[in-house]
């Protein structure tokens, strides 16, 4: 994923070649060098999404404060 495709491509499609990326991996029958490729772009593309969901989690924070009315929120992991 080179830099121009980032700001391209939306959280959705990120996703959503993540996820053809991990069924690829998972079936086995891919070669060496194919799958270090697809693992390398599968670890952008989770970068990538990361980033994105950090962004909008603070942009939320921001939105909830302004209001007055509610408490900054935390993604809680299981």
């Given at each position: ?5 980032k ?5 959705e ?7 053809t ?10 070669p ?21 969901l950090?962004k909008?989690e ?21």
């Open positions: 994923m080179s830099e121009d495709n700001k391209d491509i939306s959280f499609d990120a996703v959503e070649k993540l996820e990326i991990v069924e690829k991996l998972e079936e086995g029958d891919v060496l060098e194919k799958a270090i490729e697809y693992y390398q772009e599968g670890m952008k593309l989770s970068k990538f999404c990361n980033d994105k950090t909008v603070k942009q939320m924070e921001q939105i909830l404060n302004e209001q007055g009315e509610f408490e900054p929120f935390s993604i809680q992991e299981d």
